[in-house]
Each structure stands twice: as structure tokens, then as C-alpha cells.
């Protein structure tokens, strides 16, 4: 996983490309067990990296290819994804940090370092999270499983009787209003 020394970003600032493996990606993600998707290809990476002020930023772009599981049939697909990232990163030390407050889309593109060094790895990791779907489909019309006998929809019907959902809700549909 790549690192950088903060004592290495010249003043005009440095351009970087790395990549990782699937292998290091994948012992990386063994550190979170509530992870459930595994990188299918490697992750590619690259950032313009300066200096302003005590803060980084960090700009340029993350592709890889995941291997997700479809919230409707199960199956697992593959997901391609390009994303931006961008992110302020500003020493821990001297912040303040209030016990509540809301935040802005500002503050959702920052982060925090600590030390002498970034992990510009596991930066670019964290934008992969950022983008993977919440509800991942391995396409739009996947019709998923009868809830009855299992069968995938989208390579067959069933022969299962389909009961009409009533709603306590329903009553309402039958409200005129004037």
C-alpha cells in the first residue's frame, strides 16, 4: 500500500500513478468484516498532490472493477468503476472538534492525517466505498427471486399463485376527495 512522506511533496506539488494488486487489496479488506464485495481487477490510481498551507489536497482519480452480489437474484456481476477523488486533508493536531455540529459538503470531502506520512492507498480505498452502490443490481430490470419457492425470475417463471399484498393503507386509495 502506497505511502507518502509529507517531507517528499515538492513546493509546486507532485503528480502520482500506482497501482494495487488484487492480492494487497484483498488483505487490506480482511480488516473489515463487514465488507461484501471483493476488487475483481486491480485498483488504479492517480493525484495531483500539493501542499496549502498545513493541509494536502488530494486530486485526480480511482478506477478499478468490483465483483458485488445483486440485492435482487444474488448473483454476483461486475461492476466497473471510475470515480473522481478529491479530498482536504488537515493535521489532526489543533482541531478542535465540537461535540455536534452539521456538516457541509465541505466537510464531507475532507479527512484527517496524522504524522509524517499519507496512506494514499488506503485514501483511494475509502473513495471505492464511497461509490459502491447501496442497493447494487447486476441490471435494471432484474426481476429477482419468487419470495415464494426461490426461483430466479430473470431465467424462468414459477408456477407459484401470487397473493395480491393487502395494505392497511388500501382503505385509502377508495378517499375522494373534494
Known amino acids: 500500500m502506497l505511502t507518502l512522506k509529507l517531507d517528499d511533496i515538492p513546493e509546486e506539488g507532485i503528480d502520482l500513478r500506482w497501482v494495487e494488486d488484487v492480492d494487497a487489496l484483498s488483505d487490506y479488506l480482511g480488516g ?4 461484501d464485495f471483493e476488487f475483481e ?5 492517480e493525484a495531483r498532490i500539493r501542499k496549502v498551507g498545513h493541509s494536502i489536497l ?3 482519480r480511482v478506477t478499478t472493477t468490483l465483483r458485488l ?3 435482487r437474484c444474488l448473483k454476483e456481476f461486475s461492476y466497473p ?15 478542535m472538534f465540537p461535540e455536534e455540529i452539521e456538516l457541509t459538503r465541505e466537510d464531507l470531502e475532507s479527512n484527517f492525517f496524522e504524522g509524517g506520512e499519507l496512506h494514499l492507498s488506503e485514501i ?3 473513495q471505492v466505498f464511497l461509490e459502491i452502490p447501496i442497493q447494487s443490481l447486476c441490471h ?8 415464494y419457492c426461490g426461483t430466479d425470475l430473470n431465467l424462468s417463471s414459477c408456477a407459484c399463485t401470487k397473493e395480491k399484498f393487502n395494505s392497511a393503507f ?4 377508495q378517499l375522494k376527495l373534494h
Open 140 to 147: 435494471e430490470t432484474c426481476q429477482g427471486l419468487c419470495p
Open 41 to 45: 481487477g486491480p485498483l488504479f490510481s
Open 58 to 60: 488530494v486530486k485526480g
Open 81 to 95: 468503476l471510475t470515480s473522481p477523488l478529491e479530498v482536504s486533508l488537515h493535521p489532526v493536531k489543533g482541531v
Open 69 to 71: 452480489r445483486c440485492v
Open 170 to 173: 388500501g382503505v385509502l386509495k
Open 124 to 126: 483511494a480505498c475509502e
Open 32 to 35: 473489515f468484516p463487514e465488507i
